[in-house]
């Protein structure tokens, strides 16, 4: 498989500087060595430029960084359509209002192909705040009600091609919502597998149920994994950790699964922040996890004898 690195060097969203160092990570940990370790073409193109500013006034005066945003979104919207059409592109962040991007561009590729679309979205929290019902005004938090096309976005954000279908939306590994978005989400339809019914059902049941749908649609899947779907205990590099994350065993499994469906055509990978790690542990788990969806063994599984 031909793979794409695409570098999304993003802070603006969050609300603590480093996640710009995330996509430098990725790199010093190897990921574009273990891609090819397993066959794949990995081609890295660097890091996206952010487009033009344009200046905005909002009446919400606790958002942060709004001109920059809308620029990371119109740049990494454009790159993702135009680098999608013959390669799987991984998108190095950055936080996660970079998927408002991402995410949007990975769309309209799908509906120039004619293929149903998908998100997985595996992060503690739901990142469905609109622009007015945010208060930390920390724009990580509102990508997904923006791509979905959500109302509020008109005249700030660009306008979307494909809007993501709510119901074509599966939210993994949630334990953190704010009451606003609780009832944004059950209006819009989202699906969501938070952690009480993945401690209920586990992680592969709800994931194998989407997966089928995507399948029996003829769908393609992006993934965006954040660090926080993690518990934190093993992904520490993160400025929104909440306990009661995905263990490493389960992460791998959604990613071994995610691999055997042969439904993913994008990732990303976000919320990276090394200055809050320890000796790059997180950059290495999170560039593992990437292999695996990329077809990597775990544990390879070989025929013993015991005559």
Known sequence: MKIKLIGAPVQEGAGRLGCDMGPAAFRAAGLAGALRELGHDVVDLGNVAMAELKRFDHPNKALKNLSETVAWTEALAEVAFTESGDALPIFLGGDHSLSAGTVAGMARRAKAAGKPFYVLWLDAHTDFHSLTSTTSGNLHGTPVSYFTGQPGFDGFFPPLEAPVKPANMMMMGIRSV???????????????ADMRL???????APLKRFLKEIDDAGGVLHVSFDVDFLEPS?????????PGGATFREAHLVMEILHDSGLVGSLDLVELNPFLDERGRTAVLMTDFAASLMGKQVIDRPTRSYA
């Open 178 to 192: 704010d009451p606003a978005e609780r009832k944004a989400i059950r209006g819009a339809g989202v699906q969501v």
């Open 198 to 204: 993945i401690d209920e059902e586990g992680i592969v």
């Open 234 to 242: 093993i992904a520490p590099a993160v400025g929104t950790t909440v």
